[in-house]
């Protein structure tokens, strides 16, 4: 689904000054890595890897795994067509709402696709349908924010061996509530983790990702792997990111949920909203009168403000949008102009 996902700003004659559509922190310090590329762009010259073994070693060693139970990809997105390629035809079930290219990677390669909206829990003996081959789940979930809970992760994964389960922890790095990590993931032999370094550092034109999981797995989504799919570029990005940890740091993510909760606090004191409880640094908003798309058009047009018109996730309707908290002065634009929207109505 290329049309209606977030960052479309490319719609709108006025420029943007505030971009809360896409998950993705636009004030982010990217100066460090900005020189670092700048330095190695006469590497664009070459053919890259044809597969990124050295970035794959180095996020191994960064994650205590073998470079085999680590397969990095063109963002996680590519990641998500691989899993589909390999796995097809498969049954598949997706937790909803969420993410709309694990149905659309599914649907292609021939899988037959149901939506859960919720998860079995001690009552059902943590047990999925027996013809379920991959269930798919973002963790934390675009677009609502909620986190399942770890434990009850573990329970369903042991007691459905016949199931792969996908977990999608693209912002794992914008959450304090306890994930797997890849160190855990590779001790189950039916769990593929996806990772974004796109999202944890803000680079989305550069498109990397990438996915931890037992060997065996990872084979399967090696052998349908595009040569060169990952450019120089993207590569040189990654070696740097992770030599350079310190660029994204917990302190961060800390400030950056508490702006988050101040965001959803105010939008509340406007009224005429619902907003979501939500664990991570984006939200979603129900208005209570109006179309999200008609709000959408006038923060753009009026205000310089993009929001991402939520109406498209199965299961959501046309008064749904989200949001991801970006600057304290930026949030306050958002809100003002909310409140004016309303008063305007």
């Known amino acids: 689904m290329i049309e209606g996902h977030g960052d479309d700003s490319y719609k709108y004659s006025r420029p943007i000054v505030a971009n809360f559509s896409s998950n993705v922190y636009a004030r982010a310090d990217l100066s460090a890595l900005k020189a670092h590329l700048c330095r190695c762009i006469d590497r664009i010259g070459s053919y890259p890897e044809p ?11 960064a994650c205590c795994l073998g470079a085999d139970e680590v397969c990095v990809t063109n963002g996680a997105t590519e990641a998500v067509y691989l899993i589909a390629q390999a796995f097809r035809p498969a049954h598949t079930a997706i937790l909803q709402p ?26 059902e003996g943590f047990l999925l349908p ?9 963790n934390p979930n675009n677009p609502t924010g909620a986190v399942v809970d770890k434990g009850w992760l573990e329970k369903l994964i042991c007691c459905n061996p016949h199931s792969c389960f996908v977990i999608d922890q693209s912002y794992e790095y914008f959450t304090l509530q306890p994930l797997f990590s ?5 001790r189950y032999p039916n769990l593929l983790l996806l990772h974004s370094m796109t999202k944890r550092y803000a680079i989305p034109g550069l498109r990397l990702g990438y996915v931890t999981g037992n060997a065996g797995l990872l084979h399967r989504l090696r052998v349908n792997r595009m040569p060169w799919s990952v450019n120089q570029l993207a590569i040189d990005a990654g070696l740097f990111l992770v030599e350079h940890e310190a ?6 993510t800390i400030s950056l949920l508490k702006e988050t909760q101040c965001l959803a ?15 991570t640094h984006f939200m979603l908003v129900r208005l209570r009168m109006g179309k999200a798309s008609a709000l959408k058009d006038y923060l753009a047009r009026k205000h310089g403000l ?5 109406s498209n996730f199965e299961g959501l309707d046309e008064h749904y949008f989200r949001i991801a908290t970006q600057s304290h002065e930026d949030n306050e634009l958002l809100v003002n ?5 309303f008063e305007e109505e």
Do not use: Q
């Open 51 to 61: 597969e990124p073994y050295t970035l794959e070693a180095r996020l191994a060693d």
């Open 182 to 186: 890849p160190a855990e993931a590779v």
């Open 306 to 310: 993009l929001i991402r018109d939520a």
């Open 265 to 279: 606090e105010r939008l509340r004191a406007v009224g005429g909203m619902e907003v979501w409880p939500t664990e």
């Open 337 to 341: 102009a909310i409140s004016r929207w």
């Open 98 to 123: 969420t993410f709309s290219e694990y149905g659309d990677a599914c649907r292609i390669h021939g899988h037959r696709v149901v939506s859960l909206y919720n998860l079995p829990g001690e009552r």
């Open 247 to 252: 660029l994204s740091d917990k302190g961060g």
């Open 130 to 138: 027996e013809d379920i081959d991959l269930l798919w789940l973002c």
